[in-house]
């Protein structure tokens, strides 16, 4: 059971796209919820995006609000984030996560299962 990063994040000027994925073995997205977290230097880890399993609930934070966009293909088994407009403060590491069950939106670090390997995106102004 695990997640693999299928493409990574990399070195951007502010205002460019990237876009994450990753691929889940294992288990399915009927029965967990997926979604991104971030961590920047000497920050704690946040919660970005997420939606439940079978897509009933989608949350995000305010801070990528119009920008970034998560999206799922159930038939692979994959989850991807296309971020937009990205901005300095966007740098940071990037996990994929999975949870089982998520009662509480931002969901906390504590309630995932899963993650993926993190990927480095640097946004250079």
């Known amino acids: 059971l695990r997640f693999s990063c299928r493409r990574g994040g990399g070195l951007v000027q502010a205002g460019g796209s990237l876009r994450l994925s990753c691929a889940a073995s294992?288990?399915?997205?009927?029965?967990?919820?997926v979604g991104w977290f971030r961590q920047a230097p000497r920050k704690e880890r946040e919660a970005i995006y997420f939606?439940?399993?079978?897509?009933?609930?989608?949350w995000y934070a305010d801070s990528v609000g119009g920008r970034f966009t998560i999206s799922s293909d159930n038939a692979t088994n994959t989850v991807y984030l296309q971020m937009n407009r990205l901005k300095p403060e966007d740098t940071a590491v990037y996990y994929c996560?999975?949870?089982?069950?998520?009662?509480?939106?931002?969901?906390?670090?504590?309630?995932?299962?899963?993650w993926g390997k993190g990927t480095q995106v640097t946004v250079s102004s």
């Open positions: 996560a999975a949870a089982e069950l998520v009662t509480v939106y931002p969901p906390p670090p504590e309630s995932i299962h899963y």
């Open positions: 294992g288990f399915t997205f009927d029965d967990y919820g």
């Open positions: 939606i439940s399993n079978r897509g009933t609930v989608t």
